[in-house]
């Protein structure tokens, strides 16, 4: 039987029917407002204004600080206008994250489905993000790439996902990050019109834009995951290991917008033997070399940093996920 984790990590991007033990809110509309309701100050509310261009009009984002602003959210929803909404359920890294009040069943589904394939995927250690997502009124979501692959499990209403497979040239790059939406967006696009009770998968790196059709409210629950490495992190994390000495990016690597941030993968090379003794493998590591700046550190020096690097990854999980600033040797 084919499981919802043997899509990581691959490139095509697919719909599958629910599994037949995932068990959801029985009323996906009623619990969507109630967790937006219970937690206004940690969800994302954007709307169009249908009078200046209507899907086309610039995105306008609601007063979360205002008591009133989920009245008027909920107002929108239940008159069909243009309107999204987004909110954390699962963050999850390294062993420690939270889980919000009422969205247990979100973590049950994804240790059923996801937890086991994710770690022998990604065995330096992995980021999970589930976010619910309710959305109305033709209202577009702009298209854009995330840096984990993505599950979409559609609950209610109906969701039109236009996916741009992943050229191939961005398949193979060592060091990336995400700013070249043009580039991603060569190949010839997949629409995939979603039905409550059907997945969607999405490659990590995949272009893709979401359209909410009808009146009825679409409500969504995503989940990201994977390893994708910050190289400001590795930097950070090779200092700490060096008695003298230190490495570092070049100015236009530094930045920690999510699209402009590089970052590399290391479970990509996890059954690759590595060339370079029991070191990190070849095509990593000269990948890796050719764009950290070394002060006070020899050739020999950096040979052996990276590969007690990766040595120490293989046993002792280093990933602290994608957010570099949230990392306490960040400064």
């Known amino acids: 039987m084919t499981k919802l984790s043997d899509s990581l990590q691959t490139h095509t991007p697919c719909v599958s029917n629910f599994p037949n033990d995932i068990a959801l809110p029985t009323d996906p509309i009623t619990w969507a407002l109630d967790m937006f309701a219970a937690n206004l100050s940690d969800a ?14 610039p995105l306008l984002y609601f007063n979360q600080a205002d008591i009133n602003s989920f009245e008027k959210f909920r107002q929108r929803i239940h ?3 243009p309107v999204h909404g987004s909110l954390p359920l699962i963050d999850f890294c390294a062993g420690d994250g939270t889980v919000r009040n ?16 994710l770690t022998q995927r990604h065995p330096m250690g992995s980021y999970v993000r589930s976010t619910m997502w309710m959305s ?24 039109r996902v236009r996916v741009w497979p992943l ?10 990050n995400h700013a070249d939406f043009e580039g991603r967006m060569a190949t010839k696009p997949i629409d995939f019109d979603m039905a409550p009770g059907q997945i969607l998968f999405i490659p990590s790196g995949a272009m ?33 290991l060096l008695q003298g000495g230190s490495v570092s990016l070049p100015g236009n690597m530094k930045s920690i917008n999510k699209f402009d941030m590089y970052f590399f993968e290391p479970s990509r090379f ?16 000269n990948a890796i070399l ?14 052996e940093l990276l590969s007690t690097w990766w040595q120490i990854g293989k046993s002792h999980p280093l990933y602290r996920g994608p957010y570099p600033e949230r990392s306490q040797e960040f400064n």
Request: glycine share 10%; net charge negative.
């Open 44 to 57: 994302d509310m954007q709307y169009r204004d249908p009078t200046s261009g209507g899907a086309e009009s």
């Open 79 to 81: 008159s069909a206008q």
């Open 102 to 117: 009422n969205a247990d069943w979100a973590w049950q589904i994804y240790n059923a489905h996801f937890g086991e394939g």
């Open 136 to 159: 109305c009124g033709e209202h577009r979501y702009d298209a854009h790439c995330d840096p984990f692959d993505g599950y979409l499990l559609h609950m209610s209403g109906h969701k």
């Open 167 to 176: 050229p191939k040239k961005y398949r193979q790059e060592v060091v990336f």
């Open 208 to 240: 893709h834009e979401v359209i909410s059709p009808g009146k009825t409210p679409s409500v969504s629950v995503s989940f990201h995951m994977g390893s994708p490495f910050p190289m400001q992190t590795l930097c950070m994390q090779l200092n700490k």
């Open 270 to 285: 996890n059954n690759t033997k590595g060339d370079l003794g029991h070191g990190m493998p070849k095509e990593l590591y």
């Open 290 to 303: 050719a764009v950290l700046i070394s002060s006070n550190v020899s050739a020999q020096t950096m040979h």
